[in-house]
T-cell receptor, first 108, second 123 residues
Framework: GQNIDQPTEMTATEGAIVQINCTYQ??????LFWYQQHAGEAPTFLSY????GLEEKGRFSSFLSRSKGYSYLLLKELQMKDSASYLC?????????FGAGTTVTVRA | GAGVSQSPRYKVAKRGQDVALRCDPI?????LFWYQQALGQGPEFLTY????????KSGLPSDRFFAERPEGSVSTLKIQRTQQEDSAVYLC?????????????????????FGPGTRLTVL
């Protein structure tokens, strides 16, 4: 089975940093994705990790520790447009299993 | 078009009615996926196609759900005799292999590109 946990909600101030944690216990692992989803819109790809370590992409970074079943997404220099749901997804072969998502609210 | 498109964007059905949801994947993408997303939850896998072949339908919740992709491009998800618990957003995604970048330049991955979804409400 698949068990993917992430916090339900987080709030942060514009310009600040927020870290969204994701822990997983899955029957197989071929990589971990982070997606951003604005209300009523499609999930859009943010990052992919398959080996341990940090991947940096502009204001967003993602970290993976396979031995700990743990990942985080780091959002720096928060902007109002970053208010959205952030989905952690584990890939097993072709299939993605998603967490319930973390709703991030950015306040001025 | 440049992205995955789905139609209709919104569908209201009376309980017991049949519905058909359409997905147009990105041109050239071999893989196509359907997901169901309940309010406040992440997407749940329903089914997977590689070209016209349905390789995995393990996520379909009942035999009222049926998906097809007869020519390996457009796909239709059909729900027969809809029930209130079928109310959700139905997302379609397509993917093609992408070479990795950054610190892992040689690792391929299959980013899934999602459509905007169809919000189904069953009354």
């Amino acid at each position: 089975g698949q068990n993917i946990d992430q916090p339900t909600e987080m709030t942060a101030t514009e310009g600040a940093i927020v870290q969204i944690n994701c822990t997983y216990q899955t029957s197989g692992f071929n990589g971990l994705f982070w997606y951003q989803q604005h209300a009523g819109e499609a999930p859009t790809f943010l990052s992919y990790n398959v080996l341990d370590g940090l991947e940096e992409k502009g204001r967003f970074s993602s970290f993976l520790s396979r031995s700990k079943g743990y990942s985080y997404l780091l959002l720096k220099e928060l902007q109002m447009k970053d208010s959205a749901s952030y989905l952690c997804a584990v890939r097993n072969d072709y299939k993605l299993s998603f967490g319930a998502g973390t709703t991030v609210t950015v306040r001025a | 078009g440049a992205g995955v498109s789905q139609s209709p964007r919104y569908k209201v059905a009376k309980r017991g009615q049949d519905v058909a949801l359409r997905c147009d994947p990105i041109s050239g993408h071999v893989s196509l996926f359907w997901y169901q997303q309940a309010l406040g939850q992440g997407p749940e896998f329903l089914t997977y196609f590689q070209n016209e072949a349905q390789l995995d339908k393990s996520g379909l919740p009942s035999d009222r759900f049926f998906a097809e992709r007869p020519e390996g491009s457009v796909s239709t998800l059909k729900i027969q005799r809809t029930q209130q618990e079928d109310s959700a957003v139905y997302l379609c995604a397509s993917s093609g292999e992408v070479r990795g970048s950054g610190s892992h330049p040689n690792l391929p991955y299959n980013e899934q590109f999602f459509g905007p979804g169809t919000r189904l409400t069953v009354l």
